[in-house]
C-alpha cells in the first residue's frame, strides 16, 4: 500500500456492466476487498446504458443472456419476452446493483483517461478526465467489447443542419421521428432492429447499405405464464447447457453435416428453425462454420427467404448477400426487416455502387445522387474489442505503452492479461471467446477466474502476477489458428478482424475455439500453478 492512502483501493474496476457488477460483487462480498469501480455513465448498465436506438434489443434470450450465479435472483427476476428490450435489461441490472448493494462502491460520471503502474510500489495509478489520480493494486477492465461507437469521417457532418446520433451514443430522451426524413448508414444487428421501428414512425426512411446482410427472423413474443414456469423448472440444465456449448447458448446443435441429409431434409430443418427464430438457426447442423459447401446451403436458404419477402425484385437482389457466407459475421436477428423494405415511405440506397460523399447541409450526397434528410442515425458499429482499452492511455512497465504495443494488433495470453502490464486484468479482452458467445457466460466465467486468481494470490501472499510476451504470442497463435478453423475469417468487412474501423490493423480477436473448451483451458493454467503467469512478492506492494 502507498504511503499516502487517500484514494488507495484493492482493486479499481473499470466500468459499470454486467462484467463490473458481478466482478464488484465477487471481490467485496467473496474476498473482502476495498473495490471502487468507476463508471462513465450516470447510472449501470454499460452497453445498455448507451443503446437506447429504437429496437434495441438483445438477441440472445432474456432467460439465459442473464446472471447465472445467483439462484435467488434468477427465481425472482421475471423477464416479460422471449428477447427483453434495452429498458427491461437496465431495469434487471438497476435491480442487481440494488439487491446486491452495488452502489456504494461504483462511481458513476467518472471517465477514466489514463492509467499508469507503478512498478516501485507495485500498484496502477488511474488519472480520471476529471484530474483526480486513484490508485490500487489490481486493476481490472469491464468496458465492453462494443463501447467505442465508432462514427465514420464523412466529410460535411459538421455543417448538417438536422440531428445526427449514434446509435450507441443514443439520448436518454429518445428521439422523434414523426414527420421527419430519415437517414439510417448501417446495416448490421444495429441498423437491422433499428430500421422497422423508424419506419413505422417516419415520413420517410432512408437506408444507406454498403454490404446486404443476412438476418433471421427473432419470432419475439411474450414470455407467458407457462413458458415462464417451464425455464424455472428447467433453469439448472439450461444453465449447464451454456457453459458446456461452444458459445454460451442452450442450443441443442444437430449433430449431422449439412451434407450428410436429403435436400428435402436440410430444407425442412432450416424451415423449422426459421419458424422458431433466432440465433439457433446456426444449430441446424454440426458444420455451418466450418465447412463452406455446408453453409452454402444455409446461406442460399435466406437468400431465397430474402426474395420471397421482399415485393421489388431490385431491392430484393439488393438485399440478398453474396460477399461473405453466412454467420462469418455476427448474424442479426430482426423483426420484420426485410418487410420493412415492401413500405412506400422506405427506400433502399446502395452505397456500394455508389459511395456517400459527404454529408451537405440538408441531407446526405452519395456519387450518384443527393439526399434530403432531417435526421441522420449511424448504426455504424463500434471499435470493437481494442477500442474501448485503446481510448485510455495506459501505460505498463518500463513505460511501455499500450497504444503502441498493440499497433499491430492485440497481444494477450488468454485475453485476461497483456505482456507488460502486470496486476491488470481484461473481462471479456481481445484473445477471449467474448463476442463469439453469449456474453453473460463469458463475463461470469471470466470475472469467477480473476476472483479465484485474486484470492490465490491473497492466500499466498503474493501481490503481482505478470505474464510474458513470449504466452501472448503462443496464445496469439492458438486464437489464430482457431479462426481458421472456422470460416469466420472469410468475411472480409467484419469487425471480428477489426475490418470495419479505417486504419485498425487486422487481426481476428476473439477466441474461435467455443467456450466451453476455453473455459476448460483457463480452469488447467490455473490448476497447473497459473501456468504462464509469474506470481510473486515483491518489496513496496
Ligand atoms: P456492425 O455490425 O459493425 O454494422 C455496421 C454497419 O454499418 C455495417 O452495415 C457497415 O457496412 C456499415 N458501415 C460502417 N461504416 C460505414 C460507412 N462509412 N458507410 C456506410 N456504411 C458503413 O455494427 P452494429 O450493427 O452496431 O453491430 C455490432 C455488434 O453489436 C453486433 O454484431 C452484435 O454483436 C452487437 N449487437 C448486439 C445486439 C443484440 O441484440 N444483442 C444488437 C445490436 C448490436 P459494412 O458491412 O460494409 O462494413
Keep these: 500500500m502507498p504511503a499516502d492512502k487517500t484514494n488507495f483501493h484493492d482493486a479499481i474496476i473499470i466500468g459499470a456492466g454486467f462484467s463490473g457488477l458481478y466482478q464488484l460483487h465477487q471481490l467485496r462480498d467473496q474476498l473482502g476487498l476495498e473495490v471502487l469501480v468507476v463508471e462513465a455513465g450516470q447510472d449501470v448498465g454499460g452497453t445498455w446504458y448507451w443503446n437506447r436506438y429504437p429496437g434495441a434489443r438483445c438477441d440472445s434470450e432474456s432467460y439465459y443472456y442473464s446472471y447465472s450465479f445467483s439462484k435467488a435472483l434468477q427465481r425472482e427476476w421475471r423477464w416479460t419476452e422471449r428477447y427483453a428490450e434495452h429498458g427491461e435489461i437496465r431495469r434487471y441490472l438497476d435491480h442487481v446493483a440494488d439487491r446486491f448493494d452495488l452502489r456504494r462502491n461504483i462511481r458513476f460520471g467518472t471517465r477514466v483517461r489514463a492509467a499508469r503502474w507503478d512498478d516501485g510500489n507495485t500498484l496502477w495509478e488511474i488519472e480520471t478526465e476529471a484530474g483526480e489520480t486513484l490508485t490500487c493494486r489490481f486493476l481490472i477492465t469491464a468496458v465492453g467489447c462494443l463501447s467505442a461507437a465508432n462514427v465514420p469521417d464523412i466529410p460535411g457532418l459538421g455543417g448538417f443542419s438536422g440531428q445526427w446520433h449514434h446509435t450507441g451514443r443514443w439520448p436518454h430522451e429518445g428521439v422523434d421521428f414523426t414527420g421527419k426524413r430519415v437517414g439510417l448508414i ?14 413505422a414512425q417516419a415520413a420517410h426512411l432512408t437506408v444507406f447499405q454498403r454490404t446486404a446482410n443476412y438476418s433471421i427472423p427473432s419470432r419475439n413474443r411474450p414470455l407467458s405464464a407457462e413458458a415462464w414456469a417451464e425455464i424455472q423448472e428447467n433453469y439448472d440444465a439450461i444453465r449447464t447447457k ?64 430474402i426474395r420471397a419477402i421482399v415485393k421489388d425484385p431490385e431491392v430484393a437482389a439488393m438485399l440478398t448477400p453474396s460477399d461473405h457466407p453466412f454467420a462469418s459475421k455476427r448474424p442479426p436477428v430482426d423483426t420484420d426487416y426485410f418487410e420493412t423494405f415492401n413500405r412506400s415511405n422506405v427506400t433502399l440506397v446502395d452505397v456500394k455502387a455508389a459511395p456517400i460523399q459527404e454529408v451537405t447541409a440538408h441531407g446526405l450526397r452519395t456519387s450518384a445522387a443527393e439526399y434530403e434528410l432531417d435526421i441522420i442515425v449511424f448504426a455504424t458499429g463500434f471499435d470493437a474489442l481494442t477500442g474501448p482499452l485503446l481510448a485510455m492511455d495506459i501505460a505498463g512497465q518500463n513505460g511501455c505503452r499500450l497504444r503502441k504495443d498493440w499497433a499491430g494488433g492485440p497481444r494477450s495470453y488468454l485475453g485476461l ?65 482457431a479462426a481458421h478453423a472456422t470460416l469466420l475469417p472469410l468475411a472480409n468487412s467484419s469487425w471480428y478482424l477489426g475490418a470495419n474501423v479505417p486504419g485498425k490493423p487486422r487481426a481476428f480477436m476473439p477466441y474461435a475455439g467455443g467456450m466451453a473448451h476455453y473455459a476448460q483451458i483457463c480452469a488447467e493454467v490455473a490448476q497447473d500453478n497459473y501456468r504462464g503467469f509469474t506470481l510473486g512478492r515483491v518489496p513496496g506492494g
Excluded at 448501417?186 to 419506419?199: C, E, H, K, L
Excluded at 441429409?261 to 423449422?272: G, K, L, M, Q, T
Excluded at 473481462?427 to 453469449?438: E, K, W, Y
Design 417 to 481: 492479461q497483456v505482456p507488460g502490464y502486470p496486476n491488470m486484468f481484461t473481462i471479456t479482452g481481445p484473445g477471449s471467446p467474448s463476442v463469439l458467445t453469449n456474453m453473460p457466460v463469458a463475463i461470469e466465467q471470466h470475472t469467477q477466474w480473476i476472483t479465484a486468481c485474486i484470492a490465490h494470490m491473497l492466500a499466498q501472499g503474493f501481490n503481482r502476477i505478470e505474464t510474458s510476451l513470449a504466452e501472448a504470442e503462443a496464445w496469439g497463435a492458438e486464437v489464430n489458428a
Design 242 to 305: 451454456t457453459i458446456t456449448s461452444s458459445n454460451g447458448h442452450p442450443f441443442e446443435v444437430f449433430d449431422k453435416s449439412a451434407l450428410d441429409v436429403s435436400p428435402e431434409e436440410r430444407d425442412a430443418r432450416y424451415e423449422r428453425a426459421w419458424a422458431e427464430g433466432g440465433l439457433g438457426f446456426r444449430a441446424s447442423f454440426n458444420d455451418l462454420l466450418k465447412n463452406k459447401a455446408a453453409n452454402d446451403t444455409a446461406s442460399e436458404f435466406i437468400r431465397r427467404k
Design 186 to 199: 448501417g446495416t448490421g444487428s444495429t441498423g437491422m432492429q433499428a430500421a422497422p421501428v423508424i419506419a
